[in-house]
């Protein structure tokens, strides 16, 4: 079976739109939670989110073929980060060929566009609605734009399944690859849901937190007793998967090797998951059993990338998971949201989380959950309270959890090759 690394990353977050200003920020605990100002919020029960402020259309206008101007943020952030990407891994930024694809997800995509559409059809009438509408809110217009900006010629297509999207998207990249289908894949997730629609919707469903707008930095309180909902983020991560024989074969490096990912379905509730993670249980023991390994064994060499969406139900539940599936070895597990400190990317989450797995495999350095300062007895193990933590770990598990009942779980190992491992 053909061996799977990760050779690029790329980024666009509230926590910087580069790799060093990303992993400074996230491993010295700085939040980037702060007060909305893209769009008009004051009326709104919640006003803060992690918003990005500044973006370089240099990275983003590459060709004739594409446009910032004629994007959703969502496409814009999925072709800023896809940039970043390829150029980590050492890639050609332009006609990249049939053997590479674009597997991105989405959860929501151009609500934006959208919305400012719609207001448009409603206030002036059909004739100014703009005739770029449905190609910037279509959910394939960021790996269309990806394809386009940089000359991707293999498959193209975007999976959504709310918060699991780009979980989904790197499971079906693996077995592209591993099908032989392509060489490279671009993949990851991007998201722009920050609108006024999208926080209204989120928070008259009780789903955020809306008790915390004048400490928009202490919102995120993953595992905290007094956790009360999570903020929304908007951005992207992107990631190079590469076959080892492609890799070797160009003589790039390595941040980590993609080992396994499995997904399931609660069927228990279209919005709240099991209290009992029983599918979520599933989705870990499959990923863990693909990539060959017992949980026993490796608990004290893992770090789990937890889902951690400081809501009441999601971190209980996952607890509760972990525990099931590593037994009484689960005190030994280091575990982390970094939600604590971008907030929620939906779509994007899973893939900023997994290159936050590579650069901590790599490094010999985990992430803190922040905010952290009341236990609460049904979360009870280790999540890295408010500092990075030194460690070299050999394992990552990378959890997401999506509306829909969905449940995704990935397995990445160190590299330790000699020519692949990332210095």
């Given amino acids: 079976m053909e061996r799977v690394f990760v050779s690029g990353l790329g980024f666009a977050t509230c926590l910087g739109n580069d790799r060093e200003t990303f992993w400074s920020n996230l491993t010295s605990g700085v939040c980037g939670i702060d007060t909305l100002q893209v769009h008009d919020t004051t009326d709104l029960a919640v006003n803060i989110g992690g918003e990005i402020r500044e973006v370089d259309t240099?990275?983003?206008?590459?060709?004739?073929?594409?446009?910032?101007?004629?994007?959703?943020?969502?496409?814009?952030?999925?072709?800023?980060?896809?940039?970043?990407?390829?150029?980590?891994?050492?890639?050609?930024?332009?006609?990249?060929?049939?053997?590479?694809?674009?597997?991105?997800?989405?959860?929501?995509?151009?609500?934006?566009?959208?919305?400012?559409?719609?207001?448009?059809?409603?206030?002036?009438?059909?004739?100014?609605?703009?005739?770029?509408?449905?190609?910037?809110?279509?959910?394939?217009?960021?790996?269309?734009?990806?394809?386009?900006?940089?000359?991707?010629?293999?498959?193209?297509?975007?999976?959504?399944?709310?918060?699991?999207?780009?979980?989904?998207?790197?499971?079906?990249?693996?077995?592209?690859?591993?099908?032989?289908?392509?060489?490279?894949?671009?993949?990851?997730?991007?998201?722009?849901?920050?609108?006024?629609?999208?926080?209204?919707?989120?928070?008259?469903?009780?789903?955020?937190?809306?008790?915390?707008?004048?400490?928009?930095?202490?919102?995120?309180?993953?595992?905290?007793?007094?956790?009360?909902?999570?903020?929304?983020?908007?951005?992207?991560?992107?990631?190079?998967?590469?076959?080892?024989?492609?890799?070797?074969?160009?003589?790039?490096?390595?941040?980590?090797?993609?080992v396994s990912g499995s997904s399931t379905s609660d069927s228990y509730h279209l919005v709240q998951p099991d209290p009992e993670g029983r599918k979520a249980v599933v989705a870990i023991s499959n990923a863990l059993k693909a990539a060959e390994l017992n949980p026993a064994d490796i608990a004290d060499q893992t770090y789990v990338s937890a889902h951690g969406t400081s809501t009441k139900f999601n971190d209980s539940m996952e607890t509760v998971a972990l525990k099931k599936v590593f037994g009484d070895d689960a005190s030994k597990l280091q575990i982390s949201s970094i939600k604590s400190m971008l907030g929620h990317m939906i779509g994007a989450a899973c893939a900023v989380e997994m290159s936050t797995c590579c650069m901590g495999l790599a490094h010999g350095l985990l992430p803190p959950t922040i905010n952290y300062e009341t236990p609460d007895p049904d979360c009870d193990l280790n999540y890295i309270p408010n500092t990075a933590m030194e460690k070299d770990v050999r394992y990552a598990v990378n959890n997401s959890f999506g509306f829909g009942g969905h449940n995704v779980s990935l397995v990445v190992r160190k590299v330790e090759e000699d020519g692949l491992k990332r210095i």
């Fill in 58 to 258: 240099s990275r983003i206008n590459v060709n004739d073929l594409v446009a910032a101007k004629k994007m959703d943020r969502a496409s814009q952030f999925a072709v800023l980060a896809a940039h970043e990407a390829l150029e980590d891994a050492g890639l050609p930024t332009s006609d990249l060929g049939d053997r590479v694809a674009v597997i991105m997800g989405a959860g929501l995509a151009g609500l934006e566009t959208y919305e400012f559409q719609m207001e448009r059809l409603l206030t002036k009438g059909p004739s100014r609605v703009s005739p770029f509408t449905i190609p910037m809110l279509m959910p394939n217009a960021p790996p269309g734009n990806i394809s386009l900006a940089f000359g991707a010629n293999g498959t193209a297509y975007t999976t959504s399944s709310a918060c699991s999207s780009s979980g989904h998207a790197m499971i079906d990249a693996v077995e592209y690859l591993r099908r032989g289908e392509a060489d490279v894949v671009i993949t990851g997730g991007t998201e722009a849901s920050l609108t006024r629609l999208g926080i209204a919707s989120f928070s008259n469903m009780k789903a955020m937190c809306r008790n915390r707008n004048e400490d928009p930095q202490g919102s995120m309180r993953p595992f905290d007793s007094d956790r009360s909902g999570f903020i929304m983020a908007e951005g992207a991560s992107v990631l190079i998967f590469e076959t080892e024989e492609n890799l070797k074969k160009r003589g790039g490096t390595a941040w980590a090797e993609v």
